[in-house]
T-cell receptor, first 113, second 112 residues
Framework: DQQVKQNSPSLSVQEGRISILNCDYT??????FLWYKKYPAEGPTFLIS?????DKNEDGRFTVFLNKSAKHLSLHIVPSQPGDSAVYFC????????????FGSGTQLTVLP | DAGITQSPRHKVTETGTPVTLRCHQT?????MYWYRQDPGHGLRLIHY???????DKGEVSDGYSVSRSKTEDFLLTLESATSSQTSVYFC???????????FGAGSRLTVL
């Protein structure tokens, strides 16, 4: 029973356009959410995070939105660049859980030049 | 890679043999984790450690054991490897920033 779900295994976007990656969760105890990016043959790298007390967090081209009532978060990348092509993982955790991250299955983003 | 080294990076072994993967950190972080990555499952937590000799199970701990005799080293052992344990294994440490984990480059294990 996956508590964090990424229902789109892949997404293709034209360079310069917006990429929107989605993530849903079922555990209402989750109160912190993260996005990781992963290139082939490398470990995941932290991208951006958001606490449940906020509904938006922005860092340069990357913005994460959180809708707690819908148990949904999304990552927006604007503008998309070919170097953004990677697998993106959504992760969630509950405070006090020794940072045990629960990950989604990932979305492969391809940015076409 | 924030001072995390995983070894070996690649290993091929046969069913029934023991395997140990090593994670070494130079950051003196208290928390260390072992995850496995499989298609369609993302990353799943195997075991984690919150200090020397302090470890606990994660979501998919069956068939795995861990040890942490020093702050800098966290070992993952497959006592008798099975084909279902063919995977990419990632070690992670907890950074000073709250709730963010930093991952190593991974160890690809193939069990024939």
């Amino acid at each position: 029973d996956q508590q964090v779900k990424q229902n789109s295994p892949s997404l293709s976007v034209q360079e310069g356009r917006i990429s929107i990656l989605n993530c849903d969760y079922t555990n209402s105890m989750f109160d912190y959410f993260l996005w990781y990016k992963k290139y082939p043959a490398e470990g995941p790298t932290f991208l951006i995070s958001i606490s449940s007390i906020k509904d938006k967090n922005e860092d340069g081209r990357f913005t994460v939105f959180l809708n707690k009532s819908a148990k949904h978060l999304s990552l927006h990348i604007v503008p998309s660049q070919p170097g953004d092509s990677a697998v993106y993982f959504c992760a969630a955790l509950r405070s006090g859980s020794a940072r045990q991250l629960t990950f989604g299955s990932g979305t492969q983003l391809t940015v076409l030049p | 890679d924030a001072g995390i080294t995983q070894s070996p990076r690649h290993k091929v072994t046969e069913t029934g043999t023991p395997v140990t993967l090593r994670c070494h950190q130079t950051e003196n972080h208290r928390y260390m984790y072992w995850y496995r990555q499989d298609p369609g499952h993302g990353l799943r937590l195997i075991h984690y450690s919150y200090g020397v000799k302090d470890t606990d199970k994660g979501e998919v701990s069956d068939g795995y054991s861990v040890s942490r005799s020093k702050t800098e080293d966290f070992l993952l052992t497959l006592e008798s490897a099975t084909s279902s344990q063919t995977s990419v294994y990632f070690c992670a440490i907890g950074l000073r920033e709250a709730n963010v984990l930093t991952f190593g480059a991974g160890s690809r294990l193939t069990v024939l």
